[in-house]
């Protein structure tokens, strides 16, 4: 939730009888007329969209006469996909229906740290070296000019299956299967890459779905469900009807390979809705082609070995650890770019940059971006070249690959639709960039986007009317996503009684509320902010998404927060923060002279000393309440001084400030690994987070990525939570592109934490200490 509150919108009334035939809840109804559904025969294709007729668009039969030609000659075929979740399931769906054809299919996606999006010259050479006459894109292709050509001059036939924007002009292939060809207004036209491939599979299939122990094209609606919901697809006509029977399918799923990731996630595909999909499967499929080879996921998606399944899950489920500390680093540096220069977002969109953010992460924190502050948002990575290169994520309403390309000129290469959009430009051509894209936005979206944020409200609610029966009606407006929300709903002056922490990481908060009446809900926020909720125990409006869920087997409730608004303030009492501050740091006498002294003047004194100093007194984590503080070390973070404080509460704090000699990232894991290797030889392996950031003297989420960083080459095995973790030997087996990815955020960890100490030795003490007594 951000800072800056919506505005809210209360729901606007309707007239539902034209629905009176349906015999609808009255809530159902109106909703439907609210989203421009006004006649029963709409309704009946909204809530029913399985029973819509099928159809088709152009390409399609050239495409798959091509195939067929290929089958029936026994020529080889490569299908060529993308990396992302579309990419993958693309690539199985199209693997899968060539293989139950008959065909001899080999598969190729682009490894992410080498090639990036698209087909490219120096990988498809040796494709066509070996053999391989005809080559099936899906999810890529449009622009793929040259290519395409280079196919073309080898005798090898290109069949083209994307959903991206086409170009200046269509390349020269065999057949070219892609909605954006179709009308505007046509019901398929915002199809992502997976659909396309399933319509091409619905041709090539034909009428197989009473053939037994053949593949229909109902056996593919699973994979459907995935692409679709993954790749932020409008959820509107023949789309909408796609991704709901593909949820179906997906309850009831045979793929070993997703049925293992759901035992391993701890995900109900029973109940499985398309939020399991985008915050479940999403997530760990992206993480393989964010930060690894995606062409596993490809035989995850289609193995019939259970073996095998279990073991590429299991490496997919330690990648997406892996990209949650990831992405959580990037997310605070962008937070802290933003509190440091707010009037970045007084801008249209949100255009950040940093040379030591990992690329694999940004379209994931543009996306929350988005979902903070209600704008587009563009995360860069500045590489060695002096090239910026990222992710763009849109607001609805917004075609942000529009918006980029009317800047084409300042750039290298961009490519999207309309939801997301990937970029890149010379880092000097940022600033003019961040201009034209302004403008660009304020065209297409006119004074809206200097209009505060609002929060559209589809029904006010007591405590008292939430049931599970009106949870299960609103089902039926499901799947949600793009061009089909969620509704919101709300309830006035309720008072929080209870937060509770919950998640693995405690990163989730359950909120207990009461109204006036004495009803009580719980409400998920998940990824909360608990320090927005602090200091006010008045009442509040608050706002949440229902649906209906399973839990153990028994059907309930489930309540998402979505944003509050003070209606009654009342202020905590707070004791007031107020200590005398001795500033030793500039002190001429001997540091060590100086702090026995104060040992002597105050034997209780608490002396706050890591790294090679820990003798000295105590780490961080050893803290407790004393009424004299002697802060040794200097800290890691400002973080780490304001949560030593809070549990000290002293009277009295003297600062010296000895900061540890600045590490180079190869000499801090260096003596990670030394730490690490002592653990396993001495200690059999078992060591903590807190333990090793006081010894190194740096912060906790450096340790931890330095961690997965010794994993991911290989040297260590590291498994068990941060306080109890066990380290182990390694197999020697590297990942070097995550590695890559890992040590360049652990770059920016150590330069933040030696800037933050070179701005503590410097730094007024009453503004560095945040009190009001000197």
Not at 145 to 169: F, K, M, P, Q, W
Not at 234 to 262: D, F, P, W, Y
Not at 298 to 321: K, M, S, W, Y
Not at 385 to 393: Q, T
């Amino acid at each position: 939730m951000p800072n800056n509150f919506s505005h809210w919108l209360d729901p606007p009334q309707v007239d539902a009888s034209p629905l009176a035939s349906l015999d609808l809840p009255p809530l159902l109804a109106q909703t439907l007329v609210r989203r421009g559904i006004s006649r029963p025969e709409e309704a009946e294709a909204f809530l029913h969209p399985e029973k819509s007729p099928s159809s088709q668009f152009p390409g399609i039969q050239a495409a798959a006469d091509r195939i067929h030609l290929a089958v029936r000659s026994g020529e080889r075929i490569c299908v060529w996909g993308d990396f992302d979740v579309d990419g993958q399931t693309s690539t199985a769906l199209l693997v899968q229906t060539l293989q139950s054809l008959g065909a001899d299919v080999v598969y190729y996606i682009p490894i992410r740290g080498k090639e990036s999006h698209g087909v490219h010259i120096e990988s498809l050479k040796p494709i066509l070296d070996s053999g391989v006459k005809l080559i099936v894109t899906c999810d890529t292709g449009i622009t793929a000019y040259a290519a395409i050509d280079l196919c073309n001059s080898r005798g090898v036939d290109v069949v083209v299956t994307d959903h991206h924007d086409l170009g200046e002009s269509l390349p020269n292939a065999k057949a070219i299967v892609n909605p954006k060809l179709l009308p505007e207004e046509h019901s398929l036209r915002n199809l992502a890459g997976v659909g396309v491939a399933y319509k091409l599979a619905e041709s090539l299939l034909g009428q197989r779905s009473n053939v037994e122990g053949q593949t229909s094209s109902d056996d593919l609606l699973d994979l459907v469900a995935l692409g679709l919901i993954a790749d932020v697809a409008l959820l509107q006509g023949e789309t909408r009807a796609l991704a709901q029977k593909g949820i179906h399918a997906l309850r009831n799923t045979n793929r070993l390979g997703l049925k293992v990731m759901a035992e391993l996630a701890g995900a109900d595909l029973e109940t499985l809705t398309e939020e399991t999909i985008g915050f479940t499967f999403a997530p760990r499929l992206n993480a393989l082609g964010r930060l690894s080879d995606a062409n596993p996921a490809v035989e995850l998606l289609i193995t019939n070995d259970p073996a095998r399944a279990r073991v590429l899950a299991a490496q997919i489920e330690g990648l997406n650890a892996q990209r949650r500390l990831l992405t959580s680093q990037v997310y605070e540096a962008a937070e802290a770019q933003l509190r440091e220069n707010p009037n970045l977002l007084h801008e249209p969109a949100i255009v950040l940059s940093h040379p030591n953010w990992p690329g694999g992460v940004v379209g994931i924190v543009a996306n929350r971006l988005v979902d903070r502050y209600h704008k587009p948002a563009i995360l860069l990575v500045e590489s060695e070249d002096g090239v910026l290169r990222g992710s763009a994520r849109s607001v609805e309403g917004l075609h942000i690959t529009e918006a980029i390309a009317a800047n084409k000129e300042l750039l290298l290469g961009f490519g999207g639709h309309p939801m997301a959009a990937g970029l890149s430009l010379p880092v000097e051509k940022l600033p003019e960039f961040r201009k034209g894209l302004g403008e660009a936005i304020e065209k297409q979206l006119g004074g809206i986007i200097h209009e505060e944020p609002t929060l559209q409200i589809d029904a006010w609610l007591g405590l008292d009317e939430i049931s599970l029966e009106l949870a299960e009606a609103l089902e039926m407006l499901a799947p949600f996503g793009a061009g089909n929300p969620s509704l919101t709903f709300a309830t006035r002056n309720v008072k929080i009684k209870s937060i509770a922490e919950i998640g693995r990481k405690k990163e989730h908060l359950r909120l207990n509320v009461e109204d006036e009446e004495g009803n009580v809900q719980n409400i998920l926020w998940w990824n909360g902010e608990k320090e927005v909720l602090s200091g006010n125990e008045g009442r509040v409006d608050i706002a949440y998404s229902m649906r209906a869920a399973t839990f153990r087997g028994e059907k309930q409730i489930s309540l998402q927060f979505e944003e509050l608004r003070v209606v009654e303030e009342k202020s905590i009492e707070v004791r007031a923060r107020e200590w005398e501050i001795g500033d030793m740091r500039l002190s001429s006498a001997d540091a060590m002279t100086s702090l026995a002294k104060l040992q002597e003047q105050a034997p209780g004194i608490q002396i706050w000393a890591e790294g090679t100093d820990r003798a000295k007194g105590m780490s961080r984590f050893e803290l407790h309440q004393a009424d004299e503080f002697a802060i040794w070390t200097t800290p890691p973070s400002p973080a780490d001084l304001r949560a030593a404080l809070e549990v000290v509460s002293p009277k009295r704090v003297y600062v010296f400030g000895v900061s540890p000699t600045p590490e180079r990232t190869d000499e801090f894991l260096a003596r990670l690994a030394g730490m690490a290797k002592y653990a396993i030889n001495n200690r059999e392996g078992k060591v903590s987070v807190k333990e090793l950031a006081s010894a190194l003297a740096q912060r906790e989420s450096a340790v931890r990525i330095g961690l997965e960083w010794l994993a991911a080459g290989g040297h260590a095995a590291v498994s068990g939570e941060d306080d109890a973790l066990f380290l182990s030997r390694g197999n020697g087996e590297g990942n070097q592109y995550l590695q890559k990815e890992l040590y360049v955020a652990l770059k920016g960890i150590l330069e933040e934490t030696a800037a933050y100490r070179a701005y503590f030795a410097r730094a007024d003490i009453n503004n560095l200490m945040g009190s009001p007594s000197g």
